[in-house]
């Protein structure tokens, strides 16, 4: 297996290197990080819904997609990039692509156990230390040849990740930071210092040549073109403007299971003759909202903007009572029924199913 140990390298190669591997049907072990920061979107995502493109122009962020899956990530220079290419035949690959993921992270857990820092896998591709994510990997396919592609958080801006992204107003930016704070962990975090860039790769490289034979390759002078001419590609208007999966609900991946949602009321309690309604709005929506914070399919937290319909009946009570809650209909209906139990007169003429429909909405 060739080893690319490229060091620091131009943001857009980190991404191009692989596919340029991929699309020369080269194997190859690739381990490099950015020069320069830019947000990473993946095969399937929609550039307008997922970036903030003002902020994005603003700051001079800029903008890649890759070609295989994954959510939209902030690539930067304290993340080192590990990023393995094999043919779909290769032996290694036999079994589920999650119990893969198993063995490919294994080199980089143990880099962080050389500095002290325990740290497991959490299902299907995330590295996480007492529970707080310090690696996202995905997987894809490119020319018939599997990618797997990972990294090591050495340290991470959480103010730019939550403003890089497109979303619903600043509480919902101001609860992503937040959550991203509590889920999300850096190995500068966990050591009280930045560790020393090349220390780090050394030992990544010496542990995953205890699982792979690895040769040293050069970066070719036809390497560097073939990957500059795939970051061209990569970076142009048509592929970063693909149509992606849009949902109707806004929701942000901070970690494997835990997820931020804008909940938009369904529709106003309180609708006048003239189909206005006690809210002001004439569409039969309300203004109101809710940000849930996800995990493992159980809401953790559950913060309401309005409805003005909702006003008198105690919400906080219906937050107190919905956390700890799977996120299912069984479980939440029964919670909307004990809510309107204990909120009596405040809540008369509430619509039960109204309310679960904004818990729920997908």
Not at 71 to 90: C, H, K, P, S, Y
Not at 302 to 319: D, K, M, S, T, V
Request: proline residues 6%; glycine residues 8%.
């Amino acid at each position: 297996m060739k080893l690319y140990r490229l060091g620091a390298i131009p943001w857009d190669e980190t991404q191009a290197i692989y596919h340029v591997l991929a699309q020369g049907r080269q194997e190859g072990l690739v381990i490099c990080r950015p020069a320069g920061r830019c947000v990473c979107l993946g095969l399937h995502d929609d550039l307008e819904q997922e970036v903030n493109l003002e902020y994005c122009q603003e700051h001079n962020i800029p903008i890649i997609r890759r070609d295989i899956g994954g959510g939209m990530v902030l690539l930067a220079e304290e993340q080192i990039f590990f990023q393995l290419v094999l043919r779909a035949d290769n032996p290694l690959l036999t079994g589920r692509r999650e119990a893969f993921f198993g063995q490919l992270l294994q080199p980089a857990i143990q880099t962080l156990a050389d500095f002290a820092i325990p740290a497991a896998v959490k299902l299907p591709a995330d590295i996480v230390v007492n529970g707080k994510k310090i690696s996202g990997n995905g997987a894809g396919d490119i020319n018939g040849f599997a990618v797997y592609t990972g990294n090591i958080l050495l340290a991470f801006d959480r103010t730019a990740m939550a403003n890089v992204l497109k979303v619903p107003g600043s509480r919902f930016r101001d609860q992503l930071r937040l959550s991203l704070e509590r889920y999300l962990t850096t190995m500068e975090e966990e050591l009280g210092c930045l560790p020393d860039y090349e220390a780090v790769e050394a030992r990544l490289v010496h542990h995953f040549a205890t699982w792979l034979e690895l040769t040293p390759a050069e970066y070719t002078a036809a390497l560097k073109a073939g990957a500059a001419k795939t970051a061209r590609y990569l970076t142009s208007p048509e592929f970063l403007q693909l149509p992606g999966k849009r949902s109707r609900v806004r929701q942000v991946k901070i970690n494997e299971g835990t997820y931020v949602r804008l909940q938009p009321f369904p529709r106003c309690l309180k609708p006048t003759p003239d189909s206005q309604n006690a809210c002001g709005n004439r569409n039969g929506s309300c203004a109101g909202y809710a940000i849930l914070v996800l995990q493992n399919n159980k809401i953790i937290e559950f913060a309401h903007y309005g409805p003005a319909c909702l006003e008198p009946c105690r919400l906080q009570l219906l937050a107190s009572l919905l956390s700890g809650c799977a996120w299912h209909e069984q479980a939440v209906k029964p919670v909307v029924a004990e809510w309107l139990r204990q909120a009596a007169g405040g809540a008369a003429g509430v619509l039960p199913a109204v309310v679960a429909d904004w818990i729920l909405a997908r």
